[in-house]
């Protein structure tokens, strides 16, 4: 199989479990939603596979503004209290 395919295939099972996953314990309304370090630690999983994506896309420049602005948008959230739950 070519690895341009194969590099397709991974991503877009990648992305759906993505989704569920953050459906079952990330949305603020889930019966399951996770709270505290867990949280913590399922938005850092998921916003540094979205970052490792935009690396592989757009290059270093694109990669590196969204990583930083979710950095600092984590940052707030925590800093902050906004996290609502």
């Known amino acids: 199989m070519n690895r341009s395919i194969q590099s397709k295939i991974v991503s877009f099972f990648l992305s759906i479990a993505i989704v ?40 270093n420049s694109i990669g590196t503004i969204y990583l930083s602005v979710v950095v600092v948008d984590l940052f707030f959230m925590y800093v902050l209290g906004l996290q609502g739950n």
């Open 20 to 59: 569920l996953l953050w459906a079952r314990y990330g949305a603020p309304k889930s019966p399951n939603v996770l709270t505290g370090v867990n949280k913590f630690v399922l938005e850092i999983f998921v916003y540094g596979v979205g970052s490792i994506a935009f690396y592989k896309l757009f290059g």
